[in-house]
């Protein structure tokens, strides 16, 4: 299947030794999958079903565990594809959307994470014009915006990537594949533009207006505490900036930049890379923990989720008839 379509140049330069992926990606991807979609689904049902009067902000967090699902649902395929040796099975339009899908679902990530973070700063220093200028229909215009323009800049994706064989085998998203490499450079500085460098700059400066603020004594006990929840959250989303995002983003344009001749610097370089993929695929385990810091309602409803069930898991008390019963026995 897709036998058809695997015409992609291999680049003969300096081939990448791809082995040591079979054993480290399965496991670890495995992992991810159970946490990820197990606290992504845990939290799209609460943002759909338990909070009824949806703010601004909780439409952003909608948007984004969307996202976070779409990733997480990518996985078992590379689980499939890594653990049958680094074989592709799927076709080569598979191929295709899972590149896209893994891309683009990142990239609306970091967009929707800066745009919380910005919304979540603009609430603390202006909270009345925050409330009569950012409405749901604003948020919804630019949740729609922001997919589309993901899409705009993933969608060369579906003619870069192609399956190409190698050893007998078919191989999906390859730094072996000529067209890849040749896009290589161009691609990696617009993501770390657009998806790094202005989403982390504008991180940065609303977590320091966020601490100006809350330096001002005259604030509420009730606005510090929402200030003091606002900067744990931006710690949360400069620590998935720095740790999930940046590695990829990095070693991805030293590859890039590396001269591919140096075949022992260029596997060394792939290696980090694939190590830093990790980081990536943790965003989405890590992504629940901004909802519970972002959104009051949210939270609200997560700790009357978790006082219930801690409820049903203690033992059920004894009656003092059933106590004498059993004393009389």
Excluded at 6 to 19: G, H, I, P, R, Y
Excluded at 38 to 51: A, D, E
Excluded at 173 to 188: D, G, K, Q, R, V
Aim: hydrophobic share 45%; with cysteine.
């Amino acid at each position: 299947m897709g036998n058809e379509s695997a015409t992609a140049a291999v680049n003969t330069t300096c081939l990448f030794d791809e082995e040591f992926l079979v054993t480290v990606m399965p496991p670890a991807l495995a992992i991810f999958f159970i946490l990820a979609a197990s606290f992504n689904s845990f939290s799209l049902w609460i943002l759909c079903f338990r909070i009824k009067q949806k703010t601004p902000i909780d439409f952003l967090m909608l948007n984004l565990c969307m996202g976070d699902l779409l990733f997480s649902l990518t996985y078992p395929l590379l689980i499939t594809y890594y653990s049958n040796d680094n074989h592709w099975v799927f076709g080569n339009f598979m191929c295709k959307l899972q590149a896209f899908s893994i891309s683009s679902s990142a990239l609306a990530s970091v967009f929707f994470l800066a745009c919380i973070s910005s919304y979540r700063c603009y609430m603390i220093i202006k909270p009345m014009q925050s409330q009569k200028r950012i409405t749901k229909k604003c948020t919804i215009i630019l949740s729609v915006i922001i997919w589309l323009l993901t899409c705009g800049v993933i969608s060369p994706t579906f003619f870069i990537i192609s399956i190409f064989e190698l050893n007998g085998k078919l191989h999906c998203m390859s730094f072996n594949e000529e067209s890849i490499t040749a896009n290589l450079l161009p691609s990696t500085i617009i993501l770390f533009v657009l998806g790094f460098m202005i989403p982390f700059g504008s991180q940065l400066v609303s977590t320091m207006l966020i601490r100006r603020e809350l330096a001002n004594s005259k604030l509420t006990s009730q606005s510090q505490q929402r200030g003091q929840h606002a900067i744990r959250m931006m710690e949360v989303v400069l620590f998935i900036f720095l740790f999930c995002f940046f590695p990829p983003v990095m070693t991805r344009f030293l590859i890039a930049t590396v001269d591919r001749n140096n075949c022992s610097l260029f596997q060394k370089l792939g290696i980090a890379y694939y190590s830093s993929l990790l980081c990536l695929y943790l965003n989405g385990v890590l992504n629940p923990i901004v909802y519970y810091y972002a959104g009051t309602k949210y939270r609200s409803k997560f700790n009357e989720i978790m006082k219930t069930w801690k409820y049903f898991s203690k033992p059920m008390p004894v009656s003092s008839n059933q106590s004498v019963n059993e004393t009389k026995q």
